[in-house]
């Protein structure tokens, strides 16, 4: 699928036909020594591979599965007892400031489990939560609709297409996906409105993630399937990430008809402004 998360297929396939150096400190000294000799080149991609242990390849899918539970639990209580806060008589009994300083904690910390499950979400875009030959391509598509499209309101297709590109032009000025490099020294040059957003970047965590899903700033959009991200890509594949889009936006219609708008804003958008700022910390 050309929505595969496939990074480094050639080095990977040059180390699995290659022995594995061992991983004793000692054994592995030389390697490192004739790295840093090579007028101060780096190592590509497949000889650090090669310095590892075989180990570090295996993927368990019970293990990965494990950690996946314990993260959704992890989300499920944490924002349960946020509702549970929240939609007592006590709370609504306090002023609003009180309100807001008896629900941040658990917002803060609800947050927090939904950007650990995003991390296992990332695995699953990579294709690494299981490998299984049979049901590894299903596991991963399940655990990332969960984990993104349900828990993070992220259409787990899009984002995974986007990423994918991220990484085949990482760290490129022009290239790049997912952030929109700056070279200070031209910021003068810049039009005034790309200039004031360079200045008040810090201002703006939690809210920008939600523009660069539905706007689609820079890469195009992750909910309308627009801009370069999808230049070239046939319409089964957009048909395909639409079903996330559709997931995300059934469980977010879902929620707020149940919660009413305020307790939605508190329960559910509270923490995931939270998780888009360890998102954003995180990776840049």
């Not at 629900?103 to 950007?115: E, I, K, R, S």
Request: a negative charge; proline letters at 6%; aromatic letters at 14%.
């Amino acid at each position: 699928s050309s929505l595969a998360s496939t990074i480094m297929t050639d080095d990977y396939q040059d180390v699995i036909r290659s022995p594995v150096v061992p991983a004793d400190p000692i054994a592995m000294d030389p390697g490192i020594t004739d790295f840093m000799n090579r007028n101060n080149e780096p190592p590509n991609l497949g000889e650090i591979m090669k310095m590892l242990p075989k180990e570090t390849w295996d993927v368990d899918t019970p293990t990965s599965l494990f950690y996946f539970a314990v993260d959704l639990l992890a989300v499920v209580c944490s924002m349960g007892f946020l509702d549970a806060v929240v939609t007592s008589d006590i709370y609504h009994s306090l002023p609003m400031w009180e309100q807001a300083l008896a629900v941040m904690p658990l917002q803060v910390l609800t947050g927090f489990a939904m950007w650990c499950t995003w991390c296992i979400g990332h695995d699953a875009g990579h294709g690494t939560v299981s490998k299984d030959n049979k049901w590894g391509k299903a596991i991963n598509r399940v655990v990332g609709e969960i984990t993104h499209s349900m828990v993070c309101l992220t259409p787990y297709v899009p984002w995974q297409l986007s990423h994918r590109k991220h990484h085949l032009n990482h760290n490129h000025l022009e290239k790049d996906y997912s952030h929109q490099w700056c070279i200070r020294e031209e910021a003068k040059d810049y039009h005034p409105i790309i200039k004031a957003s360079y200045y008040v970047r810090m201002l703006y965590f939690p809210f920008l993630y939600f523009a660069y899903l539905f706007a689609g700033v820079p890469d195009g959009g992750h909910v309308f399937f627009y801009g370069r991200m999808w230049e070239g890509h046939s319409m089964k594949e957009k048909l395909d990430a639409a079903k996330s889009v559709a997931i995300s936006f059934t469980t977010a219609g879902v929620l707020w008809s149940n919660m009413g708008t305020s307790d939605f804003a508190v329960v559910c958008m509270g923490p995931w402004m939270v998780m888009a700022f360890w998102l954003f910390m995180v990776t840049y």
